[in-house]
């Protein structure tokens, strides 16, 4: 394991010799910059030094920044990326595709490897800590949150949950400039997060806590009058905060959403949905699966509010008749002059492209089909396959325009044959 053995100096300084020879082109020489020559690990240039970090994975990064005060500060003001959701991986280029000039591609790769073999080498408290990110993330969090300040994105998936409300309020106290995080199957976060993440945070674009069921609708509301730049929304799973009290503040504040899981959720009714359509008209894909309370209104709304929605799913949804599918269908001929105008040309690229109503038994095939001949971008064939209607027996007969032409094509071919 990484630290565990203490390596003796003159091996450290015999892999700083290899790496200078090898930037110095085997002349044995320092390596000079701009009037400085390179004669230790700490002089080695911040774009390099970066260009390396950005090669590897989130592990060895951090690790690395235990090198030096150095490279700390580089790594820490250069990381803007970090995921700390760790599996059992070497580390490993994270391209083929490295942007350098052909000449230096085989030196660059050879100092990654010999700084590689350096950091893995080390016995520092901060691969201590890496090492025991395995038992405990929360305390992980709390020692680099307030170091990486320029993150932009954070993942902290986790299977086993380890993350407390105190690890949340330290990256928002640090990470002002996050724009992206994951904080889903986090258990043991309560509204303290949300709360945190609401003062320290409101550049957040995209947002997780999915499986975050200790989260309430109020929580949520709160969350939504700082972050009005949400685009992405995953609250599956969130029972207690997805509630219709809390999209109507959704549709209130975060105008700007694209795309909204609330798959689960089983608090969502009609009024939750109807003020979402109607306050996030830019809605391109939406999760309603399993959403039991909701009923062909809330459809409705969505295809009246929402003229851009490209996805959605209505797994289990089984208020869901005719009339909603009808619905969507008329709001594209409704709105066909509109979107040709602002479209210019694209309106076939428009409209529902991904259509889940499986369980849906309440529908009939006269409905489903018009809806299918209205969205060509909807198909049965099992190439694409984007209408889904499993547990439908009913809706067999429902075919997509390229089923229809297929078996056409074939019926012509025995045809001549014969």
């Known amino acids: ?65 235990g090198v030096c005060s150095g490279w700390r500060d580089a790594i820490c003001l250069g990381l803007t990326h970090l995921c700390l959701s760790w599996y059992l991986f070497f580390p490993m280029f994270k391209s083929t595709n490295i942007c350098v000039f052909p000449c230096f591609r085989q030196q660059l790769f050879d100092v990654y490897v010999l700084v590689l073999q350096f950091t893995s080498s080390l016995k520092l408290g901060c691969v ?25 994105t954070l993942v902290l ?12 309020e330290t990256i928002a106290k640090f990470c002002h400039d996050l724009q992206d995080l994951d904080l889903s199957k986090s258990f043991k976060l309560g509204d303290r997060s949300l709360y945190a993440l609401a003062h320290g945070c409101p550049n957040l674009t995209k947002l997780n806590i999915s499986g975050c069921t200790s989260f309430s609708d109020e929580g949520l509301e709160y969350l939504t009058k700082f972050c009005r730049k949400l685009k992405i929304l995953n609250l599956c799973g969130c029972v207690k905060a997805a509630t219709d009290c809390a999209l109507q503040a959704i549709g209130q504040n975060c105008n700007m959403l694209h795309s909204l899981n609330l798959g689960w959720c089983d608090n969502v009714g009609d009024l939750g949905v109807t003020s979402l359509a109607y306050g996030c008209p830019d809605l391109r894909c939406l999760d309603l699966c399993g959403c039991v309370r909701i009923t062909d209104d809330s459809v409705i709304a969505l295809a009246n ?23 969507l269908a008329h709001s594209r001929v409704k709105n066909k002059a509109s979107i040709w105008q602002s479209m210019k040309g694209r309106y076939d690229e428009e409209g529902l492209r991904s259509l889940n109503i499986s369980q849906c038994t309440a529908l009939t095939p006269s409905a489903v089909q018009a809806l299918c001949d209205t969205f060509p971008a909807l198909h049965t064939c099992s190439e694409r396959h984007s209408l889904v209607m499993s547990g439908c027996l009913n809706l067999t007969s429902v075919h997509c325009a390229c089923a229809v032409q297929s078996h056409r094509t074939l019926n012509s071919i025995l045809h001549t044959a014969h």
């Not at 203490?6 to 110095?24: I, P, Q, T, Y």
Request: hydrophobic share 40%; glycine share 6%.
């Open 305 to 327: 509010g929402c003229l851009h929605l490209r996805s959605l799913g209505l797994y289990y949804c089984r208020n869901i008749t005719d009339r909603a599918m009808y619905s």
């Open 128 to 152: 201590v800590s890496c090492c025991r990110c395995w038992k405990n993330m929360n305390n992980l969090v709390l020692s680099l949150a307030p170091k990486f300040t320029k993150l932009l």
């Open 157 to 168: 998936r986790q299977e086993n949950p380890q993350l407390e409300d105190t690890a949340v």
């Open 1 to 65: 394991m990484i630290g565990e053995e203490k390596v003796r100096s003159e091996d450290l300084n015999l892999c700083f010799e290899k790496l200078m020879m090898v930037a110095a082109g085997n002349s044995g020489e320092g390596v000079k910059r701009k009037g400085a020559v390179i004669t230790e690990w700490k002089d080695i240039p911040m774009e390099l030094l970066l260009r390396i970090v950005s090669l590897v994975d989130d592990r060895t990064a951090i690790v690395a920044s």
